[in-house]
């Protein structure tokens, strides 16, 4: 029996990503600060990472200097991490780009969170991790805890391997802060893992007042573009590494892993394609439509660069006809968002006829219900779907917006409790520990949500708790609850509270 644990995608982070440290470059920015948090309080406590060592934290005073660490820490022949999102991960850009072109193993843990455009939010999409897609680093991506239990280690393992950075990232508060109970690996199975001659050759590399190289130096139109070009085969060999290191991960857990996972009817003629949390709910939902006899699939993308055709094409049934692609991003003035482009390209590229389109999906932690993920797979009925439609908003300006449809209802063994709180009083702490203690201490499975208006302290809590016989994939909040508490009587006369929001 593996050791089971219950824990949020931060703390799974940290946990995977503290084996492979030695050094951890850190300023906080919510919501990835829990994970240098932890790293740093093991730290302080002695906590041994695979190598035996304790890992040396050093916190700076801005993401700018942590990623300038970062990058020093690299070429000094330290495995280095650091965590970072949103505004933050932006001004990590400029050595993004210097650590990527130098082929340095780094890895960006990145809790995915919003960027301040007409306002500022603190909750979570892709908008940031999708501005470093140029940067020349890997991007690994996960849907759940128990994933990035699992794939997180993969980033550290193939970033040495491959020599390409990694940008391992999953939805910030989704699943950085979404308690799960998890199967946890064991560092001693991770450390045979390890390639000893890629790592013995970076440490070799390192720069040595007793070796002198020079780096870093200005190039002319002579060589700077064909060096650009000399690391193209780094990027080639990137997919089948990661694909090997996914292989090995299967062997040790059970669970199956791919560059992209396609989950559905093998037979399927829609399908959608989508990067975190929100696959899971598409699966749900996906399941339902099938049990009524329709075919549909999800394809769940974990490498998203580089973005292997190959592999892609792969995990298509050939039976497609047509595909809605989610994206978790908004880039104003294109014809299509990042992955949508993408999975165009790529079908062309292989020559399948698939009609394709894209929509825009949970900006700023807007809420994705099972019912939007059915009106994408009815839009698709559609002779031709619609392209940029968007998802859980009413679009009353450019009306690109898709109506929710009801999904086909299954049996439910989940006990479902909603407990409604202010900032401070208690409430969120007291669920967290009452979550984790069915989660460590039955045999249910178990999941804790914990949402906050961005006033915090004196705001309005809401601890969304469910725990059942069976694994639980439902990363969005409790609509219809078992149990209701109310710990302000004022909200009483302020919300319904049988509906929520």
Request: proline fraction near 5%; aromatic fraction near 10%; charged fraction near 20%.
């Amino acid at each position: 029996m593996r050791n089971v644990k219950t824990m949020d995608g931060n703390t799974a982070a940290a946990y995977i990503s503290y084996a492979f440290t030695e050094v951890a470059a850190i300023y906080p920015i919510t919501p990835s600060s829990p994970m240098a948090e932890s790293v740093d309080e093991w730290s302080a406590h002695g906590k041994k990472n695979i190598f035996g060592d304790t890992v040396h934290v050093a916190e700076m005073q801005s993401e700018g200097g942590a990623a300038g660490a970062f990058h020093g820490a690299l070429q000094g022949g330290a495995l280095t991490s650091t965590y970072t999102a949103s505004q933050g991960m932006l001004l990590m850009l400029p050595n993004m780009y210097k650590v990527a072109g130098e082929l340095l193993p780094g890895v960006f843990h990145i809790a995915a969170r919003a960027l301040a455009n007409h306002a500022l939010s603190i909750f979570g999409d892709h908008q940031d991790v999708m501005s470093a897609r140029a940067t020349g680093c890997a991007m690994l991506a996960e849907s759940n805890v128990q994933e990035i239990m699992d794939l997180a280690g993969i980033a550290h393992l193939a970033a040495i391997k491959g020599r390409v950075p990694f940008i391992n990232f999953f939805d910030g508060f989704r699943t950085s802060h979404e308690i799960q109970k998890v199967e946890v690996m064991e560092y001693d199975e991770l450390e045979p893992l390890i390639d000893k001659e890629a790592l013995a050759a970076f440490r070799a590399r390192a720069l040595d007042p007793d070796r002198p190289v020079i780096r870093g130096t200005a190039e002319n139109p002579d060589i700077y573009f064909q060096h650009c070009e000399a690391a193209n085969p780094y990027y080639d060999a990137l997919p089948d590494i990661v694909q090997d290191y996914m292989d090995k991960i299967s062997a040790i857990t059970g669970r199956t892993y791919h560059l992209f996972d396609y989950y559905g009817a093998p037979d399927a003629d829609r399908v959608i394609v989508a990067i975190g949390s929100v696959s899971d709910i598409c699966k749900d939902v996906a399941d339902a439509i099938n049990a009524s006899g329709e075919k549909v699939g999800i394809v769940n993308v974990h490498l998203y660069r580089p973005f292997s055709v190959d592999h892609f094409i792969k995990q298509l049934p050939e039976t497609v006809k047509k595909i809605a692609v989610l994206d978790r991003t908004r880039e104003p003035g294109a014809i299509g968002e990042p992955l949508f482009l993408d999975v165009q390209s790529a079908v062309t590229a292989a020559g399948r006829d698939i009609k394709v389109c894209g929509g825009r999906y949970g900006l700023g932690s807007k809420d994705v219900i099972p019912e939007d993920i059915m009106a994408v797979y009815e839009h698709l009925k559609s002779e031709t779907p619609r392209h940029n439609f968007t998802l859980s908003i009413r679009d009353d300006v450019t009306n690109l917006s898709l109506t929710p449809i009801p999904v086909p209802e299954k049996e439910n063994k989940l006990v479902s409790c909603k407990f409604w709180g202010f900032g401070s009083d208690g409430t969120v702490g007291a669920n967290k520990s009452a979550i984790k203690i069915i989660g460590d201490y039955t045999d249910m499975y178990a999941q804790g949500y914990f949402a906050y208006d961005s006033k915090k302290s004196g705001g309005v809590t809401i601890s969304h708790l469910r725990f059942g016989p069976e694994p639980i994939r439902k990363p969005y909040l409790i609509r219809k609850a078992d149990y209701i508490a109310c710990h302000r009587p004022s909200y009483v006369y302020k919300y319904d509270l049988l509906r929520g929001f």
